[in-house]
Each structure stands twice: as C-alpha cells, then as structure tokens.
T-cell receptor, first 111, second 112 residues
C-alpha cells in the first residue's frame, strides 16, 4: 500500500471549513484513499473514501487531484467535536485489507 | 446493534501474567482485526482473520496469539505479558466486500 504524508497538526476556527491535505504520490491505480479520525482515546471512526472522483457524505467532502497524487479532506463547518487526529490511508482492495495508520494530522478546532 | 464491543476496558498486569482480550461484533462481518496503538503513534496490525476459521499475522504478531472462536468473536491472548506490550488494543471488523472497518472502544493495558 502507498505511503501518505500529512501535516503533523492544524488549527481551525469553529464554524469555518477545515481543509486537511494528504500527499500520496506513489498511489497505484487500484488503490483507494480513505480518511478516518480518532477522537481522544476512542476507536478510529470512518469518515469517507474515494478512488478518483470527488466524494461527499454527511460528514465531509473528499477532493482527489486529477493525477491522484494528493487529496484534501474538507469539514465544511468545523465544530469543537471535530477536534481529533485525522488519518489519510491509501489501501488496495486485495490482501488483508488492514489499514496502515501513520501519525495523522492533529486538528484542533478553536472556539 | 452494539457494533464492536471489547472487554475489558482497562487491565493492569504484572510481567509474566497471561490474559485474553475479548472482541465481539454483531454486524455479521467476515473479517476481524486486532491493532495496538502506542502513545503518540498510529495503529499497528497484530493479527487479522479474513473469515471464520482463518487467522494471519500482521505487522507486530510476536508475543500474541489469536482465536477466531466463531463469526462474531475474535480474541487476543498474551501468554506472558511484558512491559513492551503496554498499549491500547483495538479490535475492528469489516464485511467481506465492504470498504470500511468498524472499531471497538479499545482496551487499555498496562504491564508492570
């Protein structure tokens, strides 16, 4: 599975959009981009995933560049409860299908 | 529908003691996973079970054994606990063709 690079930490004002970047320059054609988050001391929570098209659900939007080498997770209106560590994960569809968690981005939403 | 449950929530062991961490899911998922998370780090895969009756090693299997008791339950055993196994342990499950993993709340283990 391809490696990902994320900033260590970011701040965002409450009510504003949080844009979390992720680089995955070695991604291959059949690998998906997944985003999970982990709120303090809890188990990771799935947010969204995509292959090449932009995706949106009730939690977030995922923008994947045309060359698929990077992506951005967008939380449209960040709240204090969105403070968490966000993990960008690239995974294929074969094999163990386990998730490789790097160190992620610690997002702090500021009142 | 409780999702993925783990017991116990907290445990303190002395070096050399043994224990079993329990995990159960009620979502009829085929695959189950055990991860550990050390302070300030991401999760690392210990063992996984792609389906009932099968188990395979992950990234950090040494010192652990697993049992896929049935489709619902996947246990993790520490035969002789060591301080290096102090960590938070997460269980997860996934459907056969599903894309997402669902995680339990974790077990916080301290080995003295």
């Amino acid at each position: 599975d391809a490696k990902t690079t994320q900033p260590t930490s970011m701040d965002c004002a409450e009510g504003r959009a949080a844009n979390l970047p992720c680089n995955h320059s070695t991604i291959s054609g059949n690998e998906y981009v997944y985003w999970y988050r982990q709120i303090h001391s809890q188990g990771p929570q799935y947010i969204i995933h995509g292959l090449k098209n932009n995706e949106t659900n009730e939690m977030a939007s995922l923008i994947i560049t045309e060359d698929r080498k990077s992506s951005t997770l967008i939380l449209p209106h960040a709240t204090l409860r969105d403070t968490a560590v966000y993990y960008c994960i690239v995974r294929g569809v074969t094999g163990a299908n386990n998730l490789f968690f790097g160190t992620g981005t610690r997002l702090t939403v500021i009142p | 529908n409780a999702g993925v449950t783990q017991t116990p929530k907290f445990q303190v062991l002395k070096t050399g003691q043994s224990m079993t961490l329990q995990c159960a899911q009620d979502m009829n998922h085929n695959s189950m996973y055990w991860y550990r998370q050390d302070p300030g780090m991401g999760l690392r895969l210990i063992y996984y079970s792609a389906s009932e009756g099968t188990t395979d090693k992950g990234e950090v299997p040494n010192g652990y054994n697993v049992s896929r008791l049935n489709k619902r339950e996947f246990s993790l055993r520490l035969e002789s606990a060591a301080p290096s196994q102090t960590s938070v342990y997460f269980c997860a499950s996934r459907t056969l063709l599903g894309d997402t993993q669902y995680f339990g709340p974790g077990t916080r283990l301290t080995v003295l």
